[in-house]
């Protein structure tokens, strides 16, 4: 894998352990690959928020973080109380060095996240939706620590979506009465790359 190109590699990985060697080698130069093919899902998902909340007045968890892009883009558009958390001890040094969060944390949301219930108004998954890392399933646990009534704000490239089904996932969790669809759009992920993605805003009822 040459150095500073791992973003092709990206899409390759099988398991979680494949994943986390790769987010732990690529968190230096992360931000400049992710750049340099224009990521846009952490702008995207950030607006998606912000139309449908408070932003002064939430507290918000951003999930796989990773070196802290999604975090600056909620703060960008106005948001404050943000904590953030990432199975990349790596990437998480990255992220402490935006002053973008409150707190942040080492995580593995496929795993029993240690997180009381209900403890946060929204919940920000930007482009960690992904086989060898979160899986689609890991969406209950995260309505699991969000308020009643709270926002889940989710990203993901458009591989992902379609070859996991997860706009049926969606829509499962809709019809059992767990969440309501406040928004969804196809659009830019890494444009840079030729990769479109979704975004969707649900509500926890």
């Known amino acids: 894998m040459a150095q500073g190109k791992f973003l092709s590699q990206t899409y390759k990985l099988e398991n979680h352990e494949e994943t ?102 929204a919940i920000s998954a930007v482009g960690v939706l992904a086989f060898a890392h979160i899986r689609t399933e890991a969406i209950r646990q995260m309505l699991r620590i969000l308020k009643s009534e709270g926002l889940l704000v989710i990203g993901l490239n458009e591989h992902y979506w379609k070859d996991d089904s997860v706009g049926e996932k969606i829509n499962a969790l809709s019809e059992e009465g767990a969440v309501e669809v406040l928004f969804q759009e196809y659009g830019d992920h890494l444009p840079g790359a030729d990769i479109g993605g979704w975004v969707t805003v649900l509500k926890k009822k």
């Open 20 to 121: 986390l060697a790769h987010y732990e080698a690529w968190a230096e130069t992360y931000d400049e690959e992710i750049k340099e093919n224009s990521y846009a899902q952490p702008e995207r998902c950030a607006n998606a928020l912000a139309n449908y909340s408070q932003k002064n007045e939430i507290k918000i968890l951003d999930i796989g973080c990773g070196s802290g892009l999604s975090g600056l883009a909620l703060c960008d558009v106005g948001f404050k109380n943000i904590d953030g958390c990432d199975f990349s001890p790596a990437m998480l040094e990255k992220a402490k060095n935006t002053n973008a969060y409150q707190k942040l944390f080492l995580a593995d949301i496929n795993e029993d996240l240690k997180v009381e219930a209900e403890t946060y108004d």
